[in-house]
């Protein structure tokens, strides 16, 4: 009885001795796919995160330049008015009727909007830098940041008329109405100007 508890026991400890070559190597092999699969997501956030700063500083840059341009009543005539960007390059803002050409197509809402394939119509665009600043001893954190900034106003002036007034913003790195590794619409804003 003793001699078969042996070679039982010999048999099981066969068995259980330890991972062999090729187990070791499928488990470095799945690891492996893991890490990368991991690497691909973390590369796409950045993507994207990167990505969704430019379009919100583009936001803010046209709902500044909307701003000055709805305060100027429409019935005053030919007005300008200038923005400064962080060089101290000062941008004339033209507030007369007319300005970037419009895309043919209607979107979704039904409304046109800026149309940056077309050439820019002088005084009605910009090149606007936003500066990378925060650092602690005042010194830049990045890379400055351009933005193609282009508006629009249409209707006649006159008192007592309404003008509407498009104005969009997009990253100069954007080709076209869009562009980049994921294809963003510029956002054209939009706003009603009266006396």
Not at 157 to 179: C, D, R
């Amino acid at each position: 009885m003793e001699l078969a508890f042996k070679k039982e026991h010999r048999r099981r400890a066969r068995w259980v001795e330890g991972f062999s070559v090729i187990e070791l190597l499928i488990a470095m092999f799945v690891l492996t796919i893991g890490l990368l699969g991991g690497m691909v997501i973390l590369l796409v956030a950045m993507s994207t995160n990167s990505r969704n700063r430019m379009d919100t500083s583009a936001v803010a840059l046209s709902q500044s330049v909307m701003d000055r341009i709805v305060v100027l009543s429409s019935s005053a005539g030919v007005q300008a008015t200038q923005m400064t960007d962080c060089n101290g390059t000062v941008h004339n803002i033209v507030t007369a009727p007319g300005g970037a050409p419009l895309t043919n197509l209607t979107i979704m809402n039904g409304s046109q909007s800026i149309d940056f394939t077309q050439a820019p119509v002088p005084g009605y665009q910009m090149l606007y830098t936003l500066c990378a600043t925060g650092a602690a001893d005042g010194q830049t954190t990045g890379n400055s940041q351009i933005y193609d900034v282009r508006w629009y106003i249409s209707g006649p002036v006159a008192a007592g008329t309404t003008q509407l007034v498009y104005v969009a913003a997009k990253h100069t790195n954007e080709s076209g109405n869009g562009g980049g590794k994921f294809y963003t619409m510029p956002i054209t804003l939009r706003a009603l100007r009266g006396n």
